[in-house]
């Protein structure tokens, strides 16, 4: 939701020409948005123009904190590697999630004790119930990139057109 | 003349209707339409027990929004519920028993639902506008099964046109005669509204793959397999025919060649959209192709504005008490009006007529007519026969599923959520065990296996499924390792474009057993009762199951298909027949209640819905079915009420204008 974003962390509209997924990211912005492209295979342009570059980083920022961002998007662990990994799995899931299906899964309170970010404790891991088992909005939602990928709309929203189901599929 | 949002309590309407589902309101169009026809002024009540949204475009948006938002995309998901009035919404993993609006008596769990709000359960449903079978009239002559009804194929037929024309039925005369057991005369020269919606890409492939010889025995004889186009109430392309056949409109209101009915709010805008193939038609269509009783409130609203018509729509109106007078006849209905959607506030009202109208839902109906039990009748109203409440069905619906093989993707997820079926519905074997149809869904796995959402858990953490699908066939759908990037995005694509899921919407016998009742510490927030439901599914049915599976099996074989049926991990209630165990989940078809019949011993209602015990009472919809066939029962209700209507109205003897 547009609202619950500071505005210190709205982004010019130019800023997005200006992406380098180099390593280390020059922010955690830009570490999100790298690590978003590697886990999905969408390319960031693809992803901005979902419109919710904005909402999915604030979602994992504000449940797990800045310091862990940090670390996630720094981690130098290939993608396999941070899928497989106890501290950083729940993240990179949860980051596909949110751009495939607009869901966040909840993070069990286990996790805080996992190695790779028990020394670092995330101060809003529960409030305001973002932690929780939901969907960011109906926004995140009909944007999800599962169907983009499946090459279908989504169920419910895109008008597909008159007849379209009647042709081989896409 | 007028139309407003709160009743008149003085006024002695000439017909009070409870319910502003499809039947409720279809009825009080024909009764509003044949005044202006015949130049009569008529006044009539609605009430609805819950709220009133959806007729403006910013209202429809708030529940697709809801909808989109919601994490469990149930069928009522998108629509406002309240406390005061709640929908079953009934979920075990949702809520407690004890907060649920059934209490489960039964060996099984009813599961069915209906939608409290202005339009009813047509603002969720699928929108399969089959008409019964003719045989499914005359059961018990023809199998020895069930009832036969009152009245036959044939008495009901001019009705079903009309209703086709109603709800907007897109149909072809020359598919239905493709349905065996179905006869050329059964439909005449009668053309549909509009052209019959286009079939999928699936109905395509699997028709190539079925050829035109494909036969399966049941109970030991061959019956031919034939996918067949369902008609539907959504809009397509209208037929060019000047044929409308509701003799009830006036000249000038006859729909000829059919224009559709579009948004309900500003129909002046033009013909009603097109069916976009949003893949959402329960719980919602998107672009309101779909028929919706929210149409014929608006076309309610239109009438009330002619001379003479008066036409009152209320909502958040309980109705609580049916009362009679000393001559038998009903004297006038109490219900509960509340303002605020979740404070326990309600005022009691009355609603004073000349004739009522139950059309509430099978269960509503049932419930409303045993509450009003007081000393004089301890059985509560229009019960004379002790039917009212009992036998209760549904068609309880079986899933099977697997996956095209990799070169015949069928692309799943695109247009209504079945175009085609593959009728069962009629033959012998119905001697010895139920009917069936097979829907066969557009949309993949999507309500089996929560589709698309479990393909991406499964491929990005295929660790949490390992140990729960250890020696299935599910266990191939698992990477090795999680997957992401492009291989995430391809294997996505590749496995949901093969899903296939079927389904047998399962014909289920009248049984005095399967019942409604009402218990005075069983109540909502209000103080009013909600259902006590004892319910089960007969061996009849569940032989009609396992005979379903037989058939599942070859389709697939045929089709060429892997089976990934898992009645461990589907969704649905487990059922048994002998050593072999399914799940159902309720289709939504809620019928019996208030059988019609030929005799006030056995029946609630004659075969006008017209209660034996009560000369001025009318319990109508799904409710009146002796039996239950195997066509979702909308259409059938909607035949039924107007075919009410048209006798109600040539009694009620109305003042000229």
Redesign the interface.
């Known amino acids: 939701m547009a609202n619950d974003i500071p505005k210190s962390h709205m982004r010019p509209a130019a800023h997005y020409s200006a992406y380098e997924l180099a390593t280390p990211p020059k922010t955690n912005f830009d570490g999100f948005i790298a690590l978003s492209a590697?886990?999905?295979?969408?390319s960031p342009a693809e992803l901005a123009a979902t419109g919710m570059s904005e909402t999915y980083y604030e979602a994992l920022r504000q449940v797990v904190g800045d310091p862990i961002c940090t670390r996630l998007f720094n981690s130098g662990l290939t993608?396999?590697q941070l899928?497989?990994s106890k501290g950083f799995?729940p993240l990179?899931?949860n980051i596909?999630?949110m751009w495939?299906?607009g869901?966040w899964k909840r993070i069990p309170s286990a996790w805080l004790a996992e190695p790779e970010i028990k020394d670092i404790k995330p101060e809003r891991f529960d409030e305001f119930s973002r932690n929780a088992?939901?969907?960011i909005?109906?926004?995140?939602?009909?944007q999800g990139l599962?169907?983009r990928?499946?090459?279908?709309?989504p169920?419910?929203?895109k008008?597909?057109?008159?007849?379209?189901?009647?042709?081989?599929?896409? | 003349m007028s139309s407003s949002s709160h009743a008149d309590s003085e006024r002695h309407y000439d017909v009070v209707v409870v319910g502003s589902g499809v039947v409720g309101t279809t009825l009080a169009k024909v009764l509003a339409e044949l005044s202006v026809k015949s130049r009569k002024s008529i006044s009539i009540l609605v009430l609805e027990a819950g709220r009133g949204a959806g007729l403006t475009a910013q209202s429809h948006q708030a529940f697709l929004d809801t909808y989109y938002a919601a994490s469990i995309k149930t069928p009522n998901a998108p629509y406002p519920d309240t406390p005061n009035a709640p929908s079953p919404e009934d979920l075990p993993f949702l809520k407690p028993p004890s907060e649920c609006y059934y209490r489960q008596e039964g060996e099984l769990p009813f599961s069915s639902n209906t939608t409290r709000a202005l339009g009813g359960t047509t603002l969720h449903w699928m929108g399969i506008a089959l008409r019964m079978m003719p045989s499914d009239f005359r059961m018990k002559t023809l199998y020895g099964r069930g009832e036969d009804w009152p009245i036959q194929y044939s008495d009901l037929k001019p009705y079903y046109e009309k209703a086709e024309w109603e709800l907007g039925v897109s149909g072809s005369r020359e598919d239905q005669l493709r349905v065996p057991g179905v006869k050329p005369e059964d439909f005449g020269d009668y053309e549909f509204p509009m052209a019959r919606i286009p079939t999928s890409f699936l109905d395509a492939q699997l028709s190539e793959a079925i050829g035109d010889n494909f036969q399966h025995k049941l109970d030991n004889e061959d019956h031919p397999v034939r996918l067949v186009p369902l008609p539907q109430a959504r809009n397509s392309t209208p037929n060019a025919g000047d044929n409308d056949p509701r003799d009830y409109l006036d000249e000038s209101r006859c729909n000829d060649p059919y224009r559709p009915y579009g948004a309900p709010e500003d129909p002046s805008t033009g013909p009603g959209q097109r069916c976009e193939g949003n893949a959402s038609c329960i719980p919602i269509c998107p672009a309101r192709a779909k028929y919706t009783a929210l149409k014929t409130v608006q076309q309610l609203k239109d009438l009330a504005a002619l001379p003479g018509v008066h036409i009152d729509i209320v909502t958040r109106a309980v109705a609580t008490e049916v009362h009679v007078g000393e001559d038998s006849r009903i004297s006038h209905i109490t219900y509960l009006q509340y303002e605020h959607d979740t404070l326990p506030y309600a005022e009691p009202k009355r609603a004073l007529g000349r004739r009522f109208v139950l059309a509430a839902s099978a269960i509503e109906n049932a419930k409303l007519l045993l509450a009003s039990r007081n000393a004089k009748l301890p059985n509560g109203v229009a019960n004379s026969s002790g039917a009212v409440g009992r036998n209760l069905m549904d068609h309880p619906f079986i899933l099977a599923w697997g996956l095209m093989p990799p070169e015949r993707p069928v692309g799943a997820f695109r247009g209504p959520g079945a175009t085609s079926d593959l009728p069962m519905r009629d033959g012998a074997f119905r001697k010895r065990h139920a009917a069936f149809r097979t829907d066969v869904s557009n949309w993949g796995w999507s309500l089996t296996d929560d589709a698309p959402t479990r393909d991406v858990e499964r491929l990005i953490d295929p660790g949490a499924f390992a140990e729960g699908y250890a020696g299935k066939p599910q266990h191939d759908l698992l990477p090795a390792q999680p997957t992401f990037g492009a291989e995430l995005r391809a294997a996505l694509r590749e496995r949901t474009r093969r899903q296939l899921q079927i389904g047998f919407l399962m014909e289920q016998l009248p049984d005095a057993k399967n019942r409604i009742e009402v218990d005075n510490n069983w109540r909502d927030q209000l103080g009013v009762h909600k259902p006590v439901i004892t319910y089960d599914i007969g061996e009849y049915t569940r032989e009609g199951i396992a005979a379903a599976y037989g058939f599942s099996s070859a389709f697939f074989a045929k089709v060429g298909a892997k089976e990934f049926t898992d009645h461990q991990a589907g969704i649905g209630e487990p059922i048994a027949f002998g050593d072999r165990s399914f799940k159902y989940i309720g289709a939504g078809h809620i019928m019996g209640c208030h059988r019609m019949g030929k005799s006030a011993r056995s029946s609630v209602v004659n075969s006008y819905q017209q209660s034996w015990d009560h000369p001025n009472l009318y319990v109508v919809g799904c409710g009146s079915m002796p039996t239950a066939g195997t066509s979702n029962p909308t259409l059938t209700a909607t035949a039924l009420s107007i075919r009410t209507a048209e006798k109600m109205f040539a009694e009620l003897e109305l003042a000229n204008r």
């Open positions: 590697t886990l999905t295979g969408f993608p396999a899928l497989d799995g990179a899931r596909i999630r495939y299906l869901q088992d939901r969907v909005s109906a926004q995140a939602y009909q599962a169907w990928a499946m090459g279908v709309s169920m419910g929203a008008q597909p057109g008159f007849g379209s189901w009647s042709w081989a599929p896409q």
